[in-house]
């Protein structure tokens, strides 16, 4: 495959789609073929919409993401298109296994089965502790929920070399760094 899967990791309200659409406008500026997309993309309303137990979240989500690669993103790939995901795998980890407590076990095999295979080449991790309170069941946890959750993030950012922290702040300095990484990737 040609193309390059880019994931875009963080608490809700970091700033990850306004950076995604920015990085979008910059690399069709410069010719270079992209696309974006978001996770959960097929169950979506199902699962932000539902109070499921932590376990069945997991299998969702990994279902949703199944599809997705299936149908969105391995295509796209295939194409040759850089793939902008706003949330991957990383997600996974952070938000069921450090956040609610699920064996990292499973949350990494899932992870396995549900990519088939397909990995991001980078992770942009938007760092940023203070998560945005509002809209679906999962912006509506307590602070400490965040807070383990933010630590998931910590900790594949230490596991992971190709998992790149970025401090969420003003959106412009942002976008800079993260044009930076990309570009820094793109060439390798």
């Given at each position: 495959m040609s193309g390059k899967l880019?994931?875009?990791?963080?608490?809700?309200?970091?700033?990850?789609?306004?950076?995604?659409?920015?990085l979008e406008k910059r690399l069709r500026d410069r010719g270079i073929p992209c696309m974006s997309t978001c996770e959960p993309r097929f169950f979506r309303p199902l699962i932000?919409?539902?109070?499921?137990?932590?376990?069945?979240?997991?299998?969702?989500f990994g279902a949703d993401r199944a599809l997705h690669v299936e149908r969105v993103i391995r295509p796209a790939l295939e194409q040759g298109l850089i793939v902008l995901c706003d949330r991957y795998a990383a997600s996974t980890i952070a938000y069921q296994c450090f956040g609610h407590g699920l064996p990292i076990q499973h949350c990494f095999a899932l992870n396995k089965i549900a990519c088939r295979g397909i990995y991001p080449s980078l992770s942009i991790?938007?760092?940023?502790?203070?998560?945005?309170?509002?809209?679906?069941?999962?912006?509506?946890?307590?602070?400490?929920?965040?807070?383990?959750?933010?630590?998931?993030?910590?900790?594949?950012?230490?596991?992971?070399?190709?998992?790149?922290?970025?401090?969420?702040?003003?959106?412009?300095?942002?976008?800079?760094?993260?044009?930076?990484?990309?570009?820094?990737?793109?060439?390798?």
């Open positions: 880019i994931a875009f990791e963080g608490l809700d309200g970091t700033g990850k789609t306004t950076q995604i659409q920015i932000l919409n539902h109070n499921f137990d932590p376990s069945v979240d997991l299998l969702l991790w938007l760092d940023s502790q203070h998560a945005h309170k509002s809209g679906d069941r999962f912006e509506q946890q307590p602070s400490d929920f965040f807070r383990r959750v933010h630590n998931g993030y910590r900790y594949l950012e230490f596991r992971d070399l190709k998992f790149v922290g970025v401090v969420a702040g003003d959106i412009e300095i942002t976008a800079n760094a993260i044009a930076q990484i990309v570009e820094d990737a793109l060439e390798e």
